[in-house]
């Protein structure tokens, strides 16, 4: 496939997906989440990979959603961004060969989002994770709550504070934190062990995984949110969190809530 976003590599029995709008900061929309999902099936068809990199070129792995992209989107188009990032999501959690995030730079919001969904991740050392979507006006609600637990979880989602690759380390967010010369070091090791392991007994320890979760309710949870109050982005505080990010300055938020028919 020719893809715009991302650039997808296969050598060795790894398929390497690169995010490649450092420009944008590899921020997420429509066309991104279906590259990223295209990508990720056409690994799983390859019989020779066994094993998926995701990684990003620049200095961001991802800002998470484009902003640009959904202050102007309508309701309608906003919708199918979030069931596209969730179906992005879904794809790369329940493949069937393991893969591993490479986190050069900060992963945001969607960009954390992206870096749980994967199976072993490791990230420089001068890395952030946050969840920001509180400040964007929207929520983020329950996430990581299965990974880091609820206490975490509400610090990350509730404050949408950054921490550093050492803590995400530490509160079991990622695997590994290291110097960033150091990255490619630790994919290749891991990349030679899974490439040594049986793949049916990879693909089904990955399948076991996600019944553990899915019986946990974690997928309902994921179901659930799609329908939990989406107009959040067109309500006063929604679109002047955006407002705000584009102009440079600080928000004013009021905390009334719009009718979704008075406009975008």
């Avoid at 990199?53 to 200095?59: D, F, I, K, S």
Wanted: glycine share 6%; charged share 25%; with cysteine.
């Amino acid at each position: 496939m020719n893809y715009e976003t991302l650039i997808y590599e296969s050598k060795d029995r790894i398929a390497t997906i690169t995010l490649n709008r450092p420009e944008r900061r590899n921020a997420l929309d429509i066309q991104v989440c279906r590259e990223i999902t295209a990508a990720m099936r056409q690994a799983e068809a390859d019989k020779d990979v066994l094993c998926v990199v995701l990684t990003a070129n620049g200095p961001v792995f991802c800002a998470g959603q484009n902003l640009k992209f959904t202050m102007e989107a309508d309701a309608q188009l906003y919708d199918e961004y979030r069931r596209t990032n969730r179906a992005m999501r879904d794809t790369i959690q329940t493949l069937d060969k393991p893969v591993i995030a490479r986190i050069q730079g900060d992963a945001i919001g969607g960009g954390t989002y992206i870096a749980s969904c994967c199976d072993l991740v490791v990230a420089a050392e001068h890395a952030r994770f946050a969840m920001r979507e509180i400040q964007a006006g929207v929520q983020s609600g329950g996430a990581h709550l299965f990974s880091i637990g609820r206490v975490r979880s509400m610090q990350m989602n509730l404050l949408g504070q950054p921490i550093d690759a050492k803590t995400a380390e530490r509160w079991n967010l990622i695997n590994r934190a290291v110097p960033a010369e150091e990255l490619d070091s630790v994919v290749e090791e891991w990349t030679s062990i899974i490439l040594e392991l049986p793949p049916l007994g990879v693909t089904y320890t990955k399948k076991s995984m996600n019944l553990l979760l899915q019986m946990a309710g974690y997928f309902a949870w994921l179901d659930a949110q799609l329908g939990l109050h989406p107009n959040l982005p067109y309500t006063e505080d929604g679109r002047e969190a955006k407002r705000a990010f584009l102009e440079k300055r600080k928000p004013v938020f009021t905390g009334r809530i719009t009718a979704p028919t008075e406009g975008r």
